[in-house]
């Protein structure tokens, strides 16, 4: 089973940015997509952004929730067998805990098999 880890999270000022690392082990990571959800107090987990599965960079296709759209971006380094969540042009609403996750694709957290523990991400305005 595959096994992840957040990390790279932190308290930051409204405009700034973060980058937020996914790691995981296991060959199979490679051979999944990779989602990063959040979860604010008191709200639902909601999709963020997916990447599909790692390998390919001339094949790579991601997909942003519309809040987060032109701000955000999902690098990977396959090498590393590590994705991350690229976050400028923060703002205070983008507040939460972030999991990121695999054995799924699409944007329904219910879809993915497996998750990390979160990073907390605070903006302050």
């Known amino acids: 089973q595959v096994q992840l880890v957040e ?3 932190g ?26 959800f959040r979860q604010a107090p008191g709200k639902e987990r909601e999709f963020v952004a997916v990447i599909n599965r790692s390998g390919s960079s001339t094949y790579s296709r991601t997909y942003y929730a519309d ?4 701000r955000f971006t999902i ?8 994705v991350y969540l690229q976050m400028n042009s923060l703002k205070p ?12 694709y699409s944007g329904t957290p219910e879809e993915y098999d497996y998750w990390g523990q979160g990073t907390q991400v605070t903006v302050s305005s």
Not at 24 to 33: C, E, K, L, V, W
């Open 7 to 9: 990390s790279g999270g």
């Open 67 to 70: 809040s987060v759209k032109g």
């Open 75 to 82: 690098p990977r380094d396959n090498a590393k067998s590590t």
């Open 93 to 104: 609403e983008d507040t939460a805990v972030y999991y990121c996750a695999t054995g799924g």
């Open 11 to 36: 308290l930051v000022q409204a405009g700034g940015s973060l980058r937020l690392s996914c790691a995981a082990s296991g060959r199979t990571f490679s051979s999944y997509a990779v989602g990063w």
